[in-house]
């Protein structure tokens, strides 16, 4: 495995070791010999393996935020659509790309995402905006139930995770026309009624 630079490649042997054993399961020392350089090395790049685990979910956070804002224009005037586009692509991502949702769900399922999902939801920053401003948006035009974010939150992402768990584990296969039905259970969930 060779990567363009040492610090891409120790990020990249971090990524998959610990997707595949988890924090605990993977050594500083696992992470030098797969990305193949020296022990010291990775310490010129990363304080500590900390901060190496918290880089690579920002890089990661990067990657889906672009996949989502790609060439699509959010709008105020169809709340749905922005919804669906964000579900949809989310949920694609993460199944296009198991490794890096293996590592995003033991990321949050840890101290490490616990504290930053709540501060990113109460101080209205980071990836979750724009989450929020679509669902802030909804609850003001009457489209979206006037519930607290984190509820709506949980309705919404919690499905995503389970859905892509399922499908990464090879427990279902998704396709198109189950991503569309599984969007569209969602969608009623968080939906005023007409």
């Known amino acids: 495995m ?38 010291g090395t990775i310490y010129c790049f990363f304080k500590s393996k900390d901060e190496l685990i918290i880089e690579i979910n920002h890089l990661l956070e990067e990657k889906i935020l672009l996949a989502v804002e790609g060439n699509y224009t959010f709008s105020n005037k169809n709340i749905k659509k922005n919804f669906f586009h964000l579900f949809k692509t989310v949920l694609t991502y993460f199944i296009t790309h198991p490794t890096h949702f293996r590592f995003l769900e033991q990321y949050f399922d840890s101290p490490y995402g616990e504290s930053m999902h709540i501060r990113r939801i109460i101080r209205n920053t980071g990836e979750h905006n724009l989450f929020r401003k679509i669902v802030e948006e909804g609850i003001k035009r009457e489209v979206i139930k ?46 005023r009624y007409e």
């Open 2 to 39: 060779k990567y363009s630079n040492k610090r891409e490649d120790i990020l990249q042997a971090a990524l998959e070791l610990i997707a595949e054993n988890g924090f605990h399961g993977t050594s500083t020392r696992m992470i030098t010999e797969k990305a193949g350089v020296g022990m």
């Open 146 to 191: 006037d519930l607290p974010l984190f509820i709506h939150f949980a309705l919404a992402f919690g499905p995503i995770v389970m859905l892509a768990q399922n499908h990464v584990h090879g427990l279902v296969e998704l396709d198109d026309a189950q991503i569309h039905r599984a969007i569209e259970a969602v969608w009623d969930a968080i939906k």
